[in-house]
């Protein structure tokens, strides 16, 4: 199966492969009924998203650190809208919907 990716601000965006654990993790994390809790799962959702930058793939988001690529998406709203929406429509309810059946 090709790998879906978006395309931004001329830059292209994938999701990071996971396995299932990982993925039922960010799932269960999922805390939308705070601040607190959704501000962790957008940031662990960016570190699961990957930017192309020449050859390589590098992570929207450094795990553990405060490094984004490409600089200043942290302060895009759109931006951080799109790929958390990408996320949310190619991975999370795909995968829960195949889990189900």
Not at 46 to 61: D, S
Not at 72 to 84: M, P
Request: hydrophobic share 40%; proline share 3%.
């Amino acid at each position: 199966m090709e790998q879906k990716t978006l395309v931004y601000n001329d830059n292209t965006y994938r999701i990071k492969r996971m396995n299932a654990i990982e993925a039922l993790a960010l799932r269960t994390a999922s805390d939308m009924k705070s601040v607190e809790g959704a501000k962790a799962f957008f940031t662990n959702v960016l570190e699961r998203i990957e930017v192309q930058a020449g050859e390589q793939w590098m992570p929207v988001k450094t795990e553990g650190r405060e490094v984004y690529i490409p600089a200043g998406i942290e302060n895009d709203f759109e931006g951080i809208q799109k790929l958390v929406e990408f996320f949310m429509q190619e991975f999370l309810t795909p995968f829960f919907k195949s889990s189900v059946e």
